[in-house]
């Protein structure tokens, strides 16, 4: 099972501002997902985007996936306060098993 | 929203001494997933069981770990003689499906162990 590679490690920001993060992976997907963790909390699924989506929205959240360039982005827009958190990107293969594997996130700090 | 419930929430226990955690899945998931977090690193993945036998396990879940899913809802891990390195926050997940078939893993709030 591959990881995600995220950028950048930390992320500070006004609330209301955009935040974007980004994925980078090494082999061919069936999907990608991006989860949130808050702090001392469980992951929390954000969005699954299959090989062959470009683009999925949900809500204030926009994913993108280029699997020409291996990599994924997220962005949060209008961000809030509770927006804090940990973002993880989990590339998924076909042949690696059910786990999924995770790199070291994106800490996003929004500051009221 | 059905939920992945993990209790207890905290657990301290001496060194040497044996742990249970426990996990309620989501009732209609077949897969099952242990996952731990020492403080300020990766979520690390430990262990998925699917079928009432595991399916998956890292090198960190060595013999002093078990699985089992001893009834219908119960997911539970189990360290035989804790270590102080053990000191972690256990995750445990659960999904529908295998996640290769874009299903995602729904995630507890996890049990903190502290081994003193």
């Known amino acids: 099972s591959q990881q995600g590679e995220e950028d950048p490690q930390a992320l500070s920001i006004q609330e209301g501002e955009n935040a974007t993060m980004n994925c980078s992976y090494k082999?061919?997907?069936?999907?990608l997902q991006w989860y949130r963790q808050n702090s001392g909390r469980g992951l929390v699924h954000l969005i699954l985007?299959?090989?062959?989506?470009r683009e999925k929205h949900s809500g204030r959240l926009r994913v993108t996936l280029d699997t020409s360039k291996k990599s994924s982005s997220l962005l949060i827009t209008a961000s809030r306060a509770a927006d804090t958190a940990s973002y993880f990107c989990?590339?998924?293969?076909?042949?690696?098993?059910?786990?999924?594997?995770f790199g070291g996130g994106t800490r996003v700090l929004v500051k009221p | 929203e059905p939920e992945v419930t993990q209790t207890p929430s905290h657990q301290v226990t001496q060194m040497g001494q044996e742990v249970i955690l426990r996990c309620v899945p989501i009732?209609?998931?077949?897969?099952f997933y242990w996952y731990r977090q020492i403080l300020g690193q990766k979520v690390e993945f430990l262990v998925s069981?699917?079928?009432?036998?595991?399916?998956?396990k890292s090198e960190i879940f060595d013999d002093q770990f078990s699985v089992e899913r001893p009834d219908g809802s119960n997911f539970t891990l189990k360290i035989r003689s804790t270590k102080l390195e053990d000191s972690a926050m256990y995750f445990c997940?659960?999904?529908?499906?295998?996640?290769?078939?874009?299903?995602?893993?729904?995630f507890g709030n996890g049990t903190r162990l502290t081994v003193t």
């Open positions: 069981f699917y079928n009432n036998e595991i399916s998956e």
């Open positions: 009732s209609n998931h077949l897969y």
């Open positions: 985007i299959r090989s062959n989506e």
């Open positions: 989990a590339p998924r293969t076909g042949t690696a098993g059910n786990k999924l594997t």
């Open positions: 997940a659960s999904s529908d499906r295998p996640s290769s078939y874009n299903s995602p893993l729904h």
């Open positions: 082999t061919s997907i069936n999907n």
